[in-house]
């Protein structure tokens, strides 16, 4: 079953690889879908994919990288769109 979940960030998330790391998480686990920088100092993307691979995406972002500090993670489930072909980094 796909699953597509939006997601928002909060913490020590920004100038540590947080992005490039979430991708090559979501990219090991099969899924799609994007991340980027918000002004407010959060991340945030959609992610789509396998349901029990999006949870455990999902389970990675509570933690994050090394260096990290993850103080809150917010979700929504989203419709699947089945537009993206890989999880990719926008600006």
Do not use: C
């Not at 500090?69 to 999880?87: E, N």
């Amino acid at each position: 079953m796909k699953r597509r979940v939006s997601f928002k960030v909060r913490g020590r998330v920004q100038g540590i690889a947080f992005r490039a790391t979430a991708r090559d998480q979501a990219q090991q686990l099969g899924l799609v879908g994007f991340i980027r920088n918000l002004e407010d100092g959060a991340v945030a993307g959609e992610v789509e994919g396998d349901a029990s691979a999006v949870d455990a995406f999902l389970a990675w972002l509570k933690r994050g990288p090394p260096g990290a500090r993850v103080d809150d993670l917010t979700t929504a489930d989203a419709t699947v769109a089945g537009l993206s072909k890989r999880f990719e980094i926008r600006t």
